[in-house]
């Protein structure tokens, strides 16, 4: 799923016929859906040039394969920015907002590399910052270049998951 803001030349590697151009990368639209899920993944999906607002949660998975994501910002109040259960994540997001109560990102048994760029995660009340509960087998890396905070509960939960250290000097 490519949003507007991804040059499809590039993203697909597709060459457009002689005589003709494929639409290069403009301005990211917005996905909204007040009270319901931005993002539903599905197996084996590749998200880029996206802003996602106004859903409850932004993406959402279940048993989801592999997920490709980049190019995407998330801007959520009182409801999880990510929601996702068992599967692989790849992703690079730009920013993730999150505000109001509730938990703000939630992976379940959820591997991979995750960036969650430059991030402003804040439960107002009553929820977790971001809980990574298991991530499988194998290595898997998780990076917030913001920060993290509620006012109360706890601002990172890491559970069934062995922990390492960057690399830092």
């Known amino acids: 799923f490519f949003g507007g803001g991804v040059d ?10 002689s005589g003709s151009t494929l639409p290069g ?12 899920t931005g993002i539903s ?19 959402l998975g279940n048993t ?3 997920a490709t994501v ?3 910002s998330i801007t959520i109040v009182n ?3 990510m929601d996702l259960s068992n599967g692989t994540l790849n992703a690079t997001f730009t920013a993730i907002a999150k505000g109001g109560s509730g ?17 402003t995660i804040t439960s107002t009340s009553s929820g977790r910052g971001i809980i ?3 991530t499988g087998t194998g290595t898997s890396t998780f990076t917030v270049g913001g920060s993290v905070t509620t006012a109360e509960g706890t601002a990172v939960s890491i559970s069934d998951a062995t922990l390492g250290s960057g690399g830092g000097g």
Not at 42 to 56: D, E
Not at 103 to 119: M, Q, R, W
């Open 8 to 17: 499809l030349a590039s993203a697909s590697g597709i060459a457009a016929p």
């Open 25 to 36: 990368a403009g301005s990211r639209p917005t996905v909204t859906n007040a009270g319901s």
């Open 41 to 59: 993944l599905a197996m084996g999906n590749t998200v880029r040039g996206l802003n996602i607002g106004s859903s409850s949660p932004g993406i």
């Open 64 to 66: 989801f394969g592999t």
């Open 70 to 72: 980049s190019d995407l």
């Open 79 to 81: 409801a999880r920015a």
């Open 103 to 119: 938990d703000g990102i939630v992976l379940n048994n959820v591997a991979g590399d995750v960036d969650f760029g430059t991030s």
């Open 132 to 134: 990574l509960d298991g």
